[in-house]
């Protein structure tokens, strides 16, 4: 059973910056995706970054491009979210996302999340 478990959130001013951090434990074989989705009270999870885990191919919401990157340590079995020029519309719950057949932005690809952490984004 993989475990996902993030760290990083918190309280920042627009323009601030945040970085999240994904551990992963419990799988045999690493996942073919990890991905960074958010979640609004009241509104859909959506996508924010994703990468791919053999080929380091990367991919992001239109939202967050220039701003946001996702990198991995896979010796660490790490995946973290640099997040720079914060917006108050970043403010949100970050979920860790871990798939194993395919990769990109939909909810569909994943099957293990983290619990979420909290990043809030003042103005």
């Known amino acids: 059973q993989v475990v996902l478990v993030e760290s990083g959130g918190g309280s920042v001013q627009a323009g601030g910056s945040l970085k999240l951090s994904c551990a992963a434990s419990g799988y045999t074989n690493n996942p073919y995706c990890m991905a960074w989705f958010r979640q609004d009270p009241g509104k859909e999870r959506e996508g924010v970054a994703a990468i791919n885990t053999q080929y380091s191919t990367t991919y992001y919401d239109d939202s967050v491009k220039g701003r946001f990157t996702i990198s991995q340590d896979n010796a660490e079995k790490t995946v973290y979210l640099q997040m720079n020029n914060l917006k108050p519309e970043d403010t949100a719950m970050y979920y860790c996302?871990?798939?194993?057949?395919?990769?990109?932005?939909?909810?569909?690809?994943?099957?293990?999340w983290g619990q979420g952490t909290q990043v809030t984004v003042s103005s």
């Open positions: 996302a871990a798939g194993i057949h395919h990769c990109g932005l939909a909810n569909i690809f994943f099957s293990s």
